[in-house]
Each structure stands twice: as C-alpha cells, then as structure tokens.
C-alpha cells in the first residue's frame, strides 16, 4: 500500500515535471504548426471537434458596440475572459476599445505581455503569490489596474505594492449581485477612501457587475432591472463624487446591457464580453427590436462536429461532447436543423435526437452548431480557426486557455 502510494507520488511529481517543463508546450506549439496548415481550407474540411469563428460577424459585433455607443460619454473596454485570445484584444483595441478588462491575473498577464497596453483585472488577488505577483505586473506594465473589495486586501495591496516600491492603480469593486465587491454605501466610501489615502496606492475608480440584469429576458424588464439593481451604486458614486474621490473609472455592464448604461450619470464604460461570439444563452434574451431573438449581434462562434454513429433511427451520434462544449444549457443549435436537439451530456459523445430532418446524412458528415454559452468551451481549445466565407483565414491562439489562477 504505502509502496503504491509511494509509487503514485513519484509518478505525479514525473508527470507535473513534464507537464510543466517540457510536454505541454511542445505539444501546443505542434497543434498550432498542424492547424497553420488548415489556412486555406474550407472549413469542411477541418477534423473536429473544431472551434471555428466567423471572422465577418465577429468584426461586425465589434462595430456593432461602438456604432450604438457613438455621441453618448459610455466608451468600451471589453472583457477578455470570453476569448481569452490577444489577437481578439487587438481588434478590439484598434475598433477603438480604452482597454481591456480581464478575470484573472494570468489571463491579465497574458494579455499584457502581448501587447495589449490597457488591462483592467475585475477579480480581486487575495493569496500572497497573487499579490505579490500582481505588484510585479504592475511595476513592469504601467496600464495594468487591480480591483479591491475589502479593507484587509487594501492593506495587503498597500505593502505588496511599498515593498514592490510602486504606486499600484485600483478600483473598488462594488457589490450588485451578491458575488463579490463591497456592500454600496457607507462600506464603499470608507474602503474607497482608505484606498485613495494609502501612499502606494492609486485610486481610479469603481466597477460594479450586473451579472443578473444582463440575461432577464426581454429588452424593456431588463433596461427596468438593470437601472434598478444599480441605484445604490449611483447613490455610492455621488456620495465618493462629493467626498471629492477620482471617479475616473465608473465601469460596468455587459452583453445584455451594453446600451443601457448611458442612462447613468458618470458611468465611463462597459465591460462587454460575449458580444463577439454570441451564444444560445444570449440569444434567448430578446432585443429591443427583436423580442425573441436578441440578434444585435451574430453568432460568430460555432463547433464543427463530425456524425460518426446513425445505427438508430431519429439519433445521430457526433464526435463533439461534454469536452467540446460544456455541460452549459440550453443546448447547442444544430444550424439548418431547427428540429435536432443536442445532448453533449458524454465526455466525447454528442447524441442528437430528431424527428424530422432536412436533409439526408451519412456518417463522417459534418454538422455546425452554435454554442451553448461561449466563455467556457473556450477555454477547452488551443486555438480557433477564424473562417471567412467557409474558407479558413487564420489561426486564432487562445493563449490565456487554462489561465484559471
Ligand atoms: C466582471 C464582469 N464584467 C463583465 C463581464 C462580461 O459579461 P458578458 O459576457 O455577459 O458581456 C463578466 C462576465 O461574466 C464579468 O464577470
């Protein structure tokens, strides 16, 4: 017993070496270089499971944002944890974006490290290593601000950033949905003003996240809701506004909020994600113009999947489950095919059941499906190939893949 354990030990300290120091990386680099010889191909003709995006509907959602927001003082600084992919944050930026915003710190530093000047981290780093780290970020990249929610962290941000000899740049994350950030009001303003008293530290701002607002269907009950659950952040705001703080950074919103925000007074920016991409969650919130189908913005994000089983009637079997799209529902659209349902509920297996179909299908037949939601079956791929009329452009990297930390 104690040998196998023993044993076991030894194996996992092998195989967290080579992971770490060798395989993994080469492996990465080998997936990038086989799928660099798919340019050029119709996508049809790609193996699969295959993340694709459509390159015209992602550039046009970029558009999209901007053109709505144009003439009012709400610019974007779009979220990076839906793509995960500096080549994504570069378009974003050149369509005008003041930054980026990023979950996580090695997403952050990822997205640093590749060029993108502006990064706005809205999670908070608790751990020693993370603050420490975050110190480091900050002192070699000068864009690079961190959110702060509680009075503890504050003071550990404060003598992370004395002893990196920096003045580090901070917001405070204000609490809308019971997930993270300080409670409005009174709390906010002394943590805000502490924040701004400490000599290491630079105060920007606020943030405040709607995570609910920005999926209640229907586009009049959410503009309701979203106004609604952000009043005691306004009332924060005008009361830090009084106190005489930095409000430079009032940021917030989302995909489903993006143009409601304008309605707030000071508000400087919305933290946009899944509006590149798109995905079935989004879709069934409604539009102001389209009460069933919120489609301001185009599904750009799409799985191929290969049939690879059809011995039962009204079922077909593909390559692409779980692992290629999450356990995330509603389920995956099958495009062209209104009347299949797919089940990604095996590791490897998708099982589609149908009544009716459109057309008749073989197996090694390939299938298109919009994505259940986008952020996580991101993170499940090395790379996406960005399409243009079915035809394969490029090789999009998602180099923050597996940035949990
Ligand atoms: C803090 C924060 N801001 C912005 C977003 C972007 O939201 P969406 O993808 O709905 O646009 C998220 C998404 O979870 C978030 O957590």
Same mark, same amino acid.
């Given at each position: 017993m104690s040998n196998s354990l023993n044993r076991r030990k030894f194996l996992q300290a092998g195989a967290v070496a080579t992971i770490g120091g060798f395989l993994s990386p080469t492996l990465q680099a080998k997936n990038l270089e086989? @799928?660099? %010889?798919?340019?050029?191909? %119709?996508?049809?003709? /790609?193996? $699969?499971?295959? /993340?694709?995006v459509d390159l015209d509907k992602m550039e046009q959602n970029i558009k999209v944002v901007h053109n709505r927001l144009k003439g009012t003082s709400v610019k974007v600084r779009p979220h990076v944890k839906t793509h995960k992919c500096p080549a994504i944050a570069k378009m974003q930026v050149a369509a005008g974006a003041v930054g980026v915003c990023a979950a996580k /710190? $090695?997403? %952050?530093? *990822?997205?640093?490290?590749?060029?993108? &000047?502006?990064? =706005?981290?809205?999670?908070?780093?608790?751990?020693i290593p993370k603050?420490?780290?975050?110190? @480091? /970020?900050?002192?070699?990249? $000068?864009?690079?601000?961190? @959110?702060?929610?509680?009075?503890?962290? !504050?003071?550990?941000?404060?003598? !992370?950033?004395?002893? !990196?000899? *920096?003045?580090?740049?901070?917001?405070?994350?204000?609490?809308?949905? &019971?997930? $993270?950030?300080?409670?409005?009001g009174a709390p906010a303003l002394a943590l805000a003003q502490m924040v701004d008293k400490f000599p290491n530290l630079k105060f920007r701002g606020i943030l405040a996240y709607d995570g609910i607002a920005t999926h209640v269907v229907g586009f009049k009950a959410r503009k309701e809701w979203a106004l609604k659950s952000f009043e005691p952040v306004v009332e924060t705001y005008n009361k830090m506004k009084a106190a005489g703080l930095n409000l430079e950074?009032? %940021?917030?919103?989302? +995909? #489903? +909020?993006y143009d409601m925000m304008q309605d707030i007074a000071g508000f400087t920016d919305v933290q946009v994600g899944s509006y590149v991409f798109m995905d079935r969650q989004y879709m069934e919130i409604g539009g102001e113009k389209n009460e069933k189908v919120f489609d301001d913005f185009a599904p750009s994000l799409t799985v191929l999947a290969t049939i690879i089983n059809m011995n039962h009637p009204g079922r077909i079997i593909t390559d692409s489950g779980a692992k290629a799209f999450t356990l995330n529902q509603p389920p995956a659209i099958v495009i062209g095919e209104p009347d299949f349902v797919y089940n990604a509920g095996s590791d490897e297996y998708g099982t589609i059941s149908f009544?009716?179909?459109?057309?008749?299908?073989?197996? #090694?037949?390939? =299938?298109?499906? *919009?994505?259940p939601h986008c952020d996580p079956i991101v993170n499940e791929y090395d790379f996406m190939y960005g399409t243009r009329n079915d035809k394969v452009e490029s090789i999009l990297q998602i180099s923050a893949r597996g940035k949990g930390q």
């Amino acid at each position: 017993m104690s040998n196998s354990l023993n044993r076991r030990k030894f194996l996992q300290a092998g195989a967290v070496a080579t992971i770490g120091g060798f395989l993994s990386p080469t492996l990465q680099a080998k997936n990038l270089e086989k @799928a660099s %010889s798919d340019v050029g191909k %119709s996508k049809w003709d /790609l193996d $699969s499971p295959a /993340l694709c995006v459509d390159l015209d509907k992602m550039e046009q959602n970029i558009k999209v944002v901007h053109n709505r927001l144009k003439g009012t003082s709400v610019k974007v600084r779009p979220h990076v944890k839906t793509h995960k992919c500096p080549a994504i944050a570069k378009m974003q930026v050149a369509a005008g974006a003041v930054g980026v915003c990023a979950a996580k /710190l $090695s997403e %952050s530093e *990822i997205m640093l490290e590749n060029g993108i &000047q502006h990064v =706005l981290m809205t999670g908070v780093n608790v751990t020693i290593p993370k603050i420490k780290k975050a110190m @480091a /970020l900050r002192k070699k990249y $000068s864009g690079f601000i961190q @959110a702060v929610d509680n009075p503890q962290n !504050a003071q550990d941000l404060q003598d !992370a950033a004395k002893a !990196a000899g *920096i003045i580090a740049d901070v917001v405070v994350d204000i609490d809308v949905i &019971q997930r $993270s950030g300080v409670l409005p009001g009174a709390p906010a303003l002394a943590l805000a003003q502490m924040v701004d008293k400490f000599p290491n530290l630079k105060f920007r701002g606020i943030l405040a996240y709607d995570g609910i607002a920005t999926h209640v269907v229907g586009f009049k009950a959410r503009k309701e809701w979203a106004l609604k659950s952000f009043e005691p952040v306004v009332e924060t705001y005008n009361k830090m506004k009084a106190a005489g703080l930095n409000l430079e950074i009032f %940021s917030g919103g989302s +995909t #489903g +909020t993006y143009d409601m925000m304008q309605d707030i007074a000071g508000f400087t920016d919305v933290q946009v994600g899944s509006y590149v991409f798109m995905d079935r969650q989004y879709m069934e919130i409604g539009g102001e113009k389209n009460e069933k189908v919120f489609d301001d913005f185009a599904p750009s994000l799409t799985v191929l999947a290969t049939i690879i089983n059809m011995n039962h009637p009204g079922r077909i079997i593909t390559d692409s489950g779980a692992k290629a799209f999450t356990l995330n529902q509603p389920p995956a659209i099958v495009i062209g095919e209104p009347d299949f349902v797919y089940n990604a509920g095996s590791d490897e297996y998708g099982t589609i059941s149908f009544d009716k179909a459109n057309k008749t299908y073989k197996i #090694g037949d390939k =299938l298109e499906m *919009i994505v259940p939601h986008c952020d996580p079956i991101v993170n499940e791929y090395d790379f996406m190939y960005g399409t243009r009329n079915d035809k394969v452009e490029s090789i999009l990297q998602i180099s923050a893949r597996g940035k949990g930390q």
